[in-house]
């Protein structure tokens, strides 16, 4: 049973289009974390987040942290084929441990 | 390199063979994380270190997988009798805090189980 839902599983979408990505928990989050994934390469750290209704932004793209810190989303303005990739979100444990991963949203940006 | 290094990055193997596969994290780094990724898919945890010892292999899939780190750096993880459910790319990353913060990931070996 996988503690952090994303969706959707994929989006393709026309360059210069708007795109969100959401990662869903049933439990609290102490800090969230997305990483981008592009192909035969490890996953990046994008942003992290730990405070309810937190938002931060990167360029284009605008990360959300829920009030009740159980979800978080991604927001994408714009986008370029460069952003082209898979993307993660992922919850800490206790300190000293592991994140754990959510399933990912494939996201194919088109010219 | 001044990344966390992984190798082999490709191994094909048979079914029923042993395979060792590397990781040569950020130097300094005291926490390693191992993870297995499925085609397309989300990261699955194996085994974290802090130092040299395991405190949480809870995700190792099976005693037939292993993993050791000597010297507080290189960690090796060793997968026995492979099956080809054991096919997937085997992440490795590092992390210089000690609370769950930033993961530095190696671009991973890609195991095939012929």
């Known amino acids: 049973t996988q503690l952090l839902e994303q969706s959707p599983q994929f989006l393709s979408i026309q360059e210069g289009e708007n795109l969100t990505v959401y990662c869903n928990s049933s439990s609290v989050f102490s800090s969230l974390q997305w990483y981008r994934q592009e192909p035969g390469e490890g996953p990046v750290l994008l942003v992290t987040?730990?405070?309810?209704?937190e938002v931060k932004k990167l360029k284009r793209l605008t990360f959300q942290f829920g009030d009740a810190r159980k979800d978080s989303s991604l927001h994408i303005t714009a986008a370029q084929p460069g952003d082209t990739g898979l993307y993660l979100c992922a919850r800490g444990g206790a300190a000293g441990n592991k994140l754990t991963f959510g399933g990912g949203t494939r996201v194919l940006v088109k010219p | 390199g001044a990344g966390v290094s992984q190798s082999p990055s490709n191994k094909v193997t048979e079914k029923g063979k042993d395979v060792e596969l590397r990781c040569d994290p950020i130097?300094?780094?005291?926490?390693l994380y191992w993870y297995r990724q499925s085609l397309g898919q989300g990261l699955e945890f194996l085994i974290y270190f802090q130092g040299n010892s395991a405190p949480d292999k809870s995700g190792l899939p099976s005693d037939r997988f292993s993993a050791e780190r000597t010297g507080g750096s290189v960690s090796t993880l060793t997968i026995q009798r492979t099956q080809q459910e054991d096919s997937a790319v085997y992440l490795c990353a590092s992390s210089s805090r000690r609370n769950t913060g930033e993961l530095f990931f190696g671009e991973g070996s890609r195991l095939t189980v012929l």
């Open positions: 130097s300094g780094h005291t926490a």
């Open positions: 987040v730990v405070t309810g209704g």
